[in-house]
């Protein structure tokens, strides 16, 4: 079935750094790729997403890259502040089996930014 | 638009008793999912309805779960009986369209004890 795997699980940052998180899915036909963030009782909340017809896309100092061909995607956030400490979440959108279509979201990586 | 309403935001519950969970999506979005959260799982679907028919019920880990949506602006997901494994956040999201963002409600959290 349908799988999508991010890493790392925990990161780790000192303030003004950058972080990184990767993902990969199972099924090429996946064709929209959402970033959720969710902080500790919070819902999650969309902070970008990218089409499968876009490589790269970059919102103030959040950035997201799609390779297509090797299925894998990363969010980039650069000069990371205390306020990005939360749980991020990668999806991967495809058309369901029975119709309409479904999102399927990684595992969670827990991001601090520590002052 | 208020967003997606979920309620109640916390259920405590004996083993063995009916659960329904109830849901109202932002009006005009084609799409509701129901999703359950748990530290050892994640965020895991448990099924989908497009335009009130549901779609997609593969998700459900038991017959014990059950979801409706009657009409465009609710929806129930029930548990009967309820067990302890069923403690976690349940989440309600919608999205106006197909490949759109899913707009969550602010969950609620069920312990089964």
């Known amino acids: 079935g349908e799988n999508v795997e991010q890493h790392p699980s925990t990161l780790s940052v000192q303030e003004g750094d950058s972080a990184v998180i990767k993902c990969t899915y199972s099924?090429?036909?996946?064709?929209?790729f959402p970033w959720y963030k969710q902080e500790l009782g919070k819902r999650p909340q969309l902070i970008i997403d990218i089409r499968s017809n876009v490589g790269e896309k970059k919102d103030q100092r959040i950035a997201v890259t799609l390779n297509k061909t090797a299925k894998h995607f990363s969010l980039h956030i650069t000069e990371t502040q205390p306020e990005d400490s939360a749980v991020y979440f990668c999806?991967?959108?495809?058309?369901?089996?029975?119709?309409?279509?479904?999102?399927?979201f990684g595992a969670g990586t827990r991001l601090f930014v520590k002052a | 638009d208020a967003g997606v309403i979920q309620s109640p935001r916390h259920e405590v519950t004996e083993m063995g008793q009916e659960v329904t969970l109830r849901c109202k999506p932002i009006?005009?979005?084609?799409?509701l999912f129901w999703y359950r959260q748990t530290m050892m799982r994640g965020l895991e679907l448990l099924i989908y309805f497009n335009n009130n028919v549901p779609i997609d019920d593969s998700g459900m880990p038991e017959d014990r779960f059950s979801a409706k949506m009657p009409n465009a602006s609710f929806s129930t997901l029930k548990i009967q009986p309820s067990e302890p494994r069923d403690s976690a956040v349940y989440f309600c999201a919608s999205s106006l369209k197909a490949y759109t963002e899913a707009f969550f409600g602010q969950g609620t959290r069920l312990t089964v004890v």
């Open positions: 009006s005009g979005h084609d799409y």
């Open positions: 099924d090429s036909a996946s064709n929209y």
């Open positions: 999806a991967a959108s495809l058309s369901g089996n029975t119709g309409g279509f479904k999102t399927i």
